[in-house]
């Protein structure tokens, strides 16, 4: 849609379009230059107030206007971030996103573009979820622009390249596809602009969550999750000059990693900000505990079931009384309790959440145990899953190890030993037939296709190289 050659009728029709007597935070503002007249449109909240006021200011001071919009920009136009358009649907598009637009007298069938936008953001403070003993402060916030300088302080070569993108039919989402010319997958690149450009969707209401499942096939039944997100601006860097693609969306401080295999998920930048020898020792231990989440409890539960295999120098993990309840329900009981105090927790105040979790815990665990409904053992081995869910920053990861968790307890509570062997089974089925972003990507790498070095690095973490 293009702009007419009469300067009223484009006033009219943005008006319109804009419902500026409906919109109490639109605004249209006309200002007089000698025998000429502008109109600018822009909404209350969205603008820069200083840097407006002082070119209100300086527009007056003009005797007149030049004869077309290019050469008002290129002469008198004192705002470094402005430019000419005909598009009347870009224009428009440009208002709602914070904006303004300005039309001349003069100018015919063209516009000016003013960016002179601010939007309300907080600080940039270290991420809740995704803390460091060394290492800088800083995290990614919901405004898009903050977090691409973020990632540009930190990588300063022209190879650094922010593709922005629109998706969404109503809510028109800024998003930014950030990569290292030559160093990311030309393939991957392009595959992820494509999606980006075919996505139909009304809006990204949900902003990562709704941009991932519009990317990505979803499968129902395979919990395990196919991207990973960061907070923190020195990891997207990292991962950026490592070849990955990073993706930004506008309203939300969580960086989409592609592509993403599971052992992504157990590296963490604390690693990098300690000795080499520390780093390396915390990375076996996370490697450790990721697998007890998954199998301390249904291992245990096959030993209460077949108490002959239990060597006998394990003989005093086993409980000599089992409670009113079956261990199978005493389990699976606790793993919802799990859940429903971390959700009190969530939306009870900061001051409380604390003393609500532990005292909420301690009592029910005391209360359950005295009134026969838990054994000591169940609450031992479920508090120490609990607590290692937290070894690692992704809740997806973290739910998905639950659901793999019930679901090896329930087959070993109904088929004993051929239930858990075959539950394994079928959780190496679904990890090996994940699919990543492009399909090509191994969700197993580097294990499947095995490449030694890279291997290695996820346990050995090596001193960084000069």
């Known amino acids: 849609m293009q702009l007419g050659e009469k300067y009223s009728e484009n006033v009219a029709a943005f008006s319109a379009a804009l419902r500026v007597r409906e919109n109490f935070d639109v605004l249209k503002k006309v200002l007089r230059i000698g025998e000429d007249e502008i109109t600018l449109f822009y909404i209350d909240g969205l603008i820069k107030d200083g840097a407006m006021q002082k070119l209100f200011i300086y527009l007056l001071s003009l005797e007149k206007l030049p004869p077309s919009a290019t050469e008002f920009v290129e002469t008198n136009m004192p705002y470094v971030e402005s430019d000419v358009s005909d598009d009347a649907a870009l224009m428009l598009q440009m208002v709602l996103s914070g904006a303004t637009v300005l039309f001349g007298s003069r100018f015919g069938a063209e516009g000016v573009v003013i960016d002179a936008r601010t939007y309300p953001a907080r600080e940039t403070a270290e991420p809740e979820n ?22 540009r302080r930190r990588i300063r070569d022209t190879e ?29 690149v392009e595959h992820v602009k494509g999606k980006l450009a075919a996505a139909r969707t009304d809006a990204l209401t949900m902003g990562h969550e709704s941009l991932a499942e519009t990317l990505i096939k979803s499968r129902w039944y395979n919990p395990f999750p196919k991207i990973r997100y960061t907070e923190r601006p020195d990891v997207a860097a990292a991962h950026l000059l490592e070849g990955s693609v990073i993706v930004l969306i506008d309203n939300s401080p969580s960086a989409m990693l592609l592509p993403t295999g599971i052992f992504d ?11 080499p020898l520390t780093g390396t020792y915390l990375r076996f231990v996370r490697h450790a505990v990721f697998w007890l989440t998954l199998f301390l409890t249904p291992l245990w539960f096959l030993g209460v079931l ?42 009870t105040p900061d001051m409380l959440a604390n003393s609500l979790s532990v005292v909420g815990g301690l009592i029910l665990g005391d209360f359950a145990v005295s009134v026969g409904w838990l054994i ?21 990861l973290g739910y998905a190890l639950k659901f793999m968790r019930i679901l090896l307890l329930t087959l070993t509570a109904f088929f004993n030993l051929w239930g858990f062997l075959a539950g394994g089974l079928l959780i190496v089925i679904l990890i090996v037939s994940n699919k990543t972003l492009n399909g090509t990507h191994s969700y197993l790498y580097p294990l499947i296709p095995f490449a030694p070095k890279a291997l290695l690095s996820l346990f050995v973490r090596r ?3 000069s």
Not at 143 to 151: D, G, H, K, R, W
Not at 162 to 185: E, L, N
Not at 376 to 396: D, G, H, K, R, W
């Open 463 to 465: 001193k960084k190289q």
């Open 265 to 275: 998920f157990l590296q963490e930048s604390s690693d990098f900000y300690l000795p």
């Open 376 to 396: 000591p053992e169940v609450i031992l081995y479920m508090a120490f899953v609990a607590i290692a869910n937290f070894t690692q920053t992704s809740f997806e």
């Open 130 to 151: 995704d803390r460091v003993m060394r290492g800088p402060r800083d995290g990614f916030v919901e405004t898009l622009v903050f977090n691409t300088a973020l990632i």
């Open 160 to 188: 650094l390249t922010m593709h922005y993108v629109t998706v969404g039919k109503s809510s028109k989402t800024d998003i930014v596809v950030c990569y290292m010319q030559g160093r990311a997958d030309k393939r991957l």
């Open 306 to 347: 077949n108490p002959e295999m239990v060597p006998q120098w394990l003989a005093f993990t086993l409980p000599t009384e089992t409670g009113k309840l079956p261990i199978y329900l005493q389990l699976l009981l606790t793993e919802f309790v799990i859940d429903g105090l971390r959700m009190a927790s969530m939306n």
